[in-house]
C-alpha cells in the first residue's frame, strides 16, 4: 500500500523537523519581546497574584507569526515530487493549503485587534464567519460532500444519510466561531488556554495518525503539516505561561488556536471528530449560556479569585437582587441549584452564586486549589475527556456505523 511510501512520510519528517527548530527559536524569542510589549502597553496584571504586575499580553501574535514562517517556508515541499516528477501539479492542494492560512493569518490579525482596541461581542462572532468564507469555497471546489451518514438505529427514520445541503455549510462556519470563542471563555488560569491547545493538538494528531493508514491519508496528512509547527509553537508559549507566567497568550493565541483546529477539520473533513475532542469546551459553553446571554449577571472576569490569606484559588462569584432577575433568570438559577451543580445562596433578597464556568465547577467541588495544581487538573480533565472522545470514534462508532 501507500503507507510505507517516501510520498507521506518525507513531508512529514521535513515539517516535524522545521516544527522542531521553531519551538527553539521562539521559546528563546519570547523573553526578549518581552520588554517591548510592557513599552507598547500591551500588557495585563495577572489578578491572581499577591502583586500587582504587569505581564506582556498578546503573545499570541508572536507565535501565530513564527506558526505563519513554518508554514510559508514548508509550502514547497509537499509539491516537490510533482515538480521532480514532472507530474500533473496538483493546484486543489495547493488552494488549499494557502487558504487554509489565509483563514489563520485573518484570525491572527483579529485577534490582535481585540487584546489592543477590546472588541465587542459582535465583531467576535461576526469576523469569524466572514474568516471561514475563503475555506468554504475552497471545501465547495474540493468536495461539496454536505450528507451525513445516519447512526444505525435513527435508519429508520432518516434513511441511510441525509443531505445537510446549504446548512452543511452554516454549521461549517458556526464551528469557526464556536472554535475561537469556546477555548476564549475557558481561560484565566496561567497556563490553561494553551494547555488546553496542546492537548486538542495533540489528540487530533493522533488521530491523524491512525487514519493515515487508510484511503484518506492526504487529508490526514494534511492535518499534521497544520498541527505539529501548531504544536511547537504552542509548546513553546506553555513553557512561558505556565504558572507563574511571565507573559499572556491573549485573544491573539485563542482565536489561532480555534481557527487552526476548525481549518483543519473543516478542510480534512473530520469536523465532527474535531468536535470530539471540544467535550470540556462545549460542556464549559452549555453551562456558561446563563451568563453568556445575560440572563444571570456576567461580570468582566470570571475566573476564579485569590483567597489572599491561604494563598489558594477560590471560585468567582456574581451577586444580584433576587428581584432584578427575570423570570427566565430564576428558572436558570433553580435549575442548576436542583442539579447541584452551582453554589448559590440567598440571603435578604441578595443572590451570590458561583460564575458558569467549568474551572469555578471544580473548585466548588474539589475545594480551593493553588493555580499551578487547578490547571493541572483541568489539563487532566481535557486529556481524559480526549480518551473517551477516541472511545466514541473508535469502539462505539462501530456499534452506531458499518466501519
Ligand atoms: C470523517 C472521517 O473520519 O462522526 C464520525 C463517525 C464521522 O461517528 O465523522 O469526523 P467525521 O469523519 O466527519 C462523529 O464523530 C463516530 O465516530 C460524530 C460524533 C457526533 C458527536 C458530535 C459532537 C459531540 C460534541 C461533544 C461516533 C458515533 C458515535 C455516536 C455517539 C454520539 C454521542 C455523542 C455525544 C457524546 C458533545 C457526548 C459525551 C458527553 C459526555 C459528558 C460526560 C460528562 C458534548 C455534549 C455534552 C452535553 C452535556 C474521515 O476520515
Ligand atoms: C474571558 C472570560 C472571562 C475571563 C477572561 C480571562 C467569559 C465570557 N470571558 O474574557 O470571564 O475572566 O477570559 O482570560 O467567560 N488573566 C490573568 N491570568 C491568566 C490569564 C488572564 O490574570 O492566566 C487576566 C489578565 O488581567 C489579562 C486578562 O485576564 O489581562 C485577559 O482577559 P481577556 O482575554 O481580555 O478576557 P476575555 O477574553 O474578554
Ligand atoms: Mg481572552
Not at 469556546?182 to 488546553?196: F, P, S
Not at 507566567?245 to 478542510?267: E, H, N, R, S, W
Request: glycine letters at 6%; aromatic letters at 12%; a positive charge.
Amino acid at each position: 500500500g501507500h503507507y510505507y511510501t517516501p510520498e507521506v512520510w518525507i513531508p512529514i519528517f521535513i515539517n516535524v523537523s522545521l516544527s522542531l527548530v521553531f519551538y527553539i527559536i521562539t521559546s528563546r524569542l519570547i523573553p526578549k519581546l518581552a520588554g517591548m510589549f510592557i513599552n507598547a502597553r500591551i500588557c495585563g496584571i495577572d489578578l491572581n497574584k499577591h502583586q500587582s504586575v504587569q505581564v506582556p499580553e498578546a503573545f499570541g501574535v508572536v507565535a501565530g507569526c513564527m506558526y505563519l514562517i513554518v508554514m510559508f517556508l514548508f509550502i514547497p515541499v509537499p509539491f516537490g515530487s510533482a515538480v521532480l516528477q514532472n507530474s500533473a501539479f496538483p493546484y486543489h492542494e495547493l488552494a488549499k493549503l494557502v487558504t487554509a492560512l489565509l483563514s489563520i493569518c485573518c484570525m491572527i490579525l483579529l485577534g490582535f485587534a481585540d487584546d489592543v482596541l477590546n472588541l465587542k461581542w459582535r465583531h467576535k462572532l461576526l469576523l469569524p464567519t466572514v474568516a471561514t468564507l475563503p475555506l468554504l469555497m475552497v471545501y465547495y471546489v474540493i468536495s461539496n460532500s454536505t450528507i451525513i451518514i445516519v447512526p444505525k438505529p435513527l435508519r429508520y427514520l432518516f434513511g441511510f444519510s441525509v443531505d445537510l445541503g446549504v446548512l452543511y455549510y452554516v454549521y461549517m462556519s458556526l464551528l469557526a466561531v464556536f472554535c475561537t470563542n469556546a477555548i476564549n471563555i475557558l481561560a484565566g488560569v496561567n497556563g490553561l488556554e494553551a494547555g488546553q491547545s496542546l492537548v486538542i493538538a495533540a489528540s487530533i494528531v493522533l488521530f491523524n495518525f491512525c487514519e493515515l493508514s487508510s484511503d484518506l491519508w492526504r487529508t490526514h496528512q494534511f492535518s499534521i503539516f497544520f498541527l505539529a509547527p501548531f504544536i511547537a509553537v504552542t509548546l513553546a508559549l506553555l513553557k512561558h505561561n505556565w504558572y507563574p507566567a511571565k507573559i499572556f497568550v491573549g485573544d491573539t493565541y485563542c482565536y489561532f488556536a480555534g481557527m487552526t483546529f476548525a481549518v483543519v477539520g473543516i478542510l480534512g473533513i473530520f469536523s465532527k471528530t474535531v468536535l470530539l475532542f471540544f467535550i470540556p469546551q462545549v460542556i464549559n459553553f452549555l453551562y456558561s449560556v446563563p451568563q453568556l446571554f445575560h440572563i444571570i449577571p456576567c461580570p468582566r472576569h470570571r475566573m476564579p479569585r485569590l483567597n489572599r490569606d491561604s494563598g489558594m484559588l477560590e471560585a468567582s462569584e456574581f451577586k444580584c437582587d433576587e428581584s432584578s432577575l427575570s423570570p427566565l433568570g430564576k428558572l436558570c438559577l433553580n435549575v442548576v441549584e436542583k442539579l447541584n451543580l452551582a453554589r448559590v445562596t440567598r440571603k435578604d433578597g441578595t443572590i451570590v452564586g458561583n460564575n458558569l464556568t467549568i474551572i469555578n465547577f471544580v473548585l466548588v467541588k474539589v475545594g480551593p486549589l493553588h493555580e499551578a495544581h487547578l490547571s493541572a487538573v483541568l489539563m487532566t480533565i481535557q486529556i481524559l475527556c480526549s480518551g473517551m472522545a477516541f472511545l466514541i470514534r473508535y469502539p462505539l462508532a462501530s456499534i452506531f456505523y458499518d466501519v
